[in-house]
């Protein structure tokens, strides 16, 4: 299957400042600084739940312009201690958002960039906290409605076009366990013995990453040899969706939060065939915000760097550098 050529991104240097920030009596956030210290701040938002960032994270941002902040969210890549629950919510990983700009002083962010979980987060920081928020950049776009949660791990969905890997999802556990596999995965992903809640782990990730990009994805299963990737992302996704991000149905969607955030500059891209995060999400925030711009990536499904999504956000990126925010 021939695959079509990688896109170069930008080449940044390693990052001149990593750290731990604690935000509570639990949890130390791990966050990383590249690009131009005098550029114009921007911080990218990792998806899962309970994904990570690294240097390969800043390709999308010009270091000649762009002072490019990387964080690890509660629990997640190398913040402490990893696959933690306790205290991990939506409205504590945007309250960490402000308090990490607020201890680099930083006045407000030039850009926020969020993908996938990535872009939730980002649009909800940016509804609470519409003053620190120059432009929004978003990719893969998920707003954690029952649907966009059926349509990834409940038949009828995704499991339409990967009716294979979705058996192998659900065979995973003991046929006793598979009349509410939501409750079964989230019950052993959360169990201390590692015996029960690494394998679940490994297919929960492996079901999720084997359907985020067009072309087979043999680099991303190796995320599931890195332990501090394997569980925490499991883990925290479970936890989030069982718990539906502590959001209302529909809530990042509704005109009055909309509305809040109306005036800032933003772009949505998309990939056509995205079956993570099925495009009508995307399509969706477009009408609730017509103002916003929006590219669809013919050739792409969920992943960042698939080469027709990644070219058109370092475009995008890389014009947003002389916006007067």
Not at 142 to 153: A, D, H, I, N, Q
Request: net charge negative; proline share 6%.
């Amino acid at each position: 299957m021939n695959q079509p050529p990688q896109v170069a991104g930008h080449q940044h240097d390693d990052a001149w400042d990593a750290n731990w920030l604690g935000v509570d009596d639990i949890h130390e956030l791990f966050y990383q600084q590249f690009g131009n210290k005098d550029g114009k701040p921007v911080i990218y938002l990792h998806g899962g739940p309970g994904g990570q960032c690294s240097k390969a994270n800043t390709q999308f941002f010009d270091p000649q312009h762009y002072h490019v902040v990387l964080l690890d969210q509660r629990g997640a890549g190398q913040s402490r201690p990893n696959a933690c629950t306790e205290n991990n919510t939506t409205w504590h990983l945007v309250a960490d958002i402000e308090t990490l700009r607020k201890h680099l002083n930083i006045p407000k962010w030039h850009l926020v960039f969020g993908g996938s979980w990535g872009s939730t987060l980002a649009l909800a920081y940016a509804q609470k906290h519409a003053e620190s928020v120059g432009s929004l950049v978003l990719r893969g776009v998920f707003t954690v409605r029952e649907f966009e949660l059926k349509w990834t791990s409940s038949p009828g969905g995704a499991a339409t076009l990967f009716p294979d890997r979705f058996d192998d999802f659900i065979n995973f556990l003991p046929e006793e366990e598979r009349a509410d596999h939501h409750e079964s995965y989230h019950k052993r992903l959360m169990s201390e013995d590692t015996s029960i809640s690494h394998p679940a782990a490994v297919a929960w990730d492996h079901y999720e990453i084997g359907m985020s990009t067009l072309y087979p994805n043999i680099e991303g299963l190796q995320k599931l040899e890195d332990p501090s990737y394997l569980l925490a992302h499991a883990r925290m996704e479970a936890h989030y969706f069982k718990n539906r991000a502590w959001l209302e149905e529909g809530q990042l969607l509704k005109k009055e939060n909309v509305d809040k955030v109306r005036h800032i500059p933003m772009t949505i891209v998309q990939g056509r065939y995205d079956v993570v995060c099925p495009p009508i999400t995307a399509w969706d925030l477009h009408k609730a915000w017509p103002e916003s711009n929006i590219h669809w990536i013919d050739d792409a499904g969920h992943s960042a760097t698939e080469p027709g999504t990644k070219r058109k956000l370092i475009e995008v990126c890389d014009g947003y550098v002389g916006l007067d925010v």
